[in-house]
């Protein structure tokens, strides 16, 4: 696996050239030190004006593990990809955008058949599980508006060790670390497509 940065610059037509900017070192890899300190500075917004409003029940309790699958490519190395996947389902890309075809009541775009949970659990930090096949669709959890979630962000390792950011739709961004989990909970008031 090939762990180096790297930096880009964008230079548009018509725009004064400047000076690259001085780049800090990162830490290594394996600065688990580094990292913990930097996790232990992280505080939510929590005040008098912006309280941390966290439901104490919820309506939805889901567990998504996050990793990397392989599915079959006759046309591949070996005969097999490396893909995404949460709780074994590897996303298709639609040929509609998921909201269009929910606000227009469009047939065949998605499937509402997203499992809460892994198929089949497993140990998600130790040894992979003997079938790293994952399934393909488009396929959608359903919440109901106002309702109450938790979320259990689990990250894997079957393939390559990797962290994997996930954004919630209007809310924030968080990390899920390899072999360690995050877990936020909400309440489903923001209407639209989601993670």
């Known amino acids: ?51 941390a409003a966290v439901p104490q029940t919820v309506d939805h309790s889901l567990l998504f593990a996050i990793g990397v699958g392989i599915n079959p490519c006759p046309t591949c190395v070996n005969g097999t990809k490396t893909v995404a996947d949460i709780n074994n389902v590897s996303f298709v890309l639609p040929i509609v955008a998921l909201l269009q075809a929910h606000y227009f009541k469009l047939q065949g775009i998605f499937t509402d058949d997203f499992p809460a949970n892994p198929p089949s659990p497993y140990n998600y930090t130790g040894n992979p599980p003997a079938n790293l096949q994952t399934t393909n669709g488009t396929k959608v959890y359903r919440l109901g508006f106002n309702e109450t979630v938790e979320v259990v962000l689990q990250g894997t390792s079957l393939i390559t060790p990797e962290s994997h950011p996930i954004h919630l739709h209007e809310r924030n961004t968080m990390s899920v670390p390899t072999a360690g989990w995050t877990a936020i909970r909400f309440r489903a008031d923001n209407p639209g497509k989601t993670m």
């Open 1 to 51: 696996v090939d762990n180096a940065t790297a930096v880009g610059f964008l230079r548009y037509k018509g725009i004064q050239p400047f000076s690259p900017p001085h780049l800090t070192a990162t830490p290594p890899i394996n600065a688990t030190a580094v990292t913990a300190a930097f996790a232990g500075c992280l505080r939510s917004l929590n005040s008098p004006n912006y309280p």
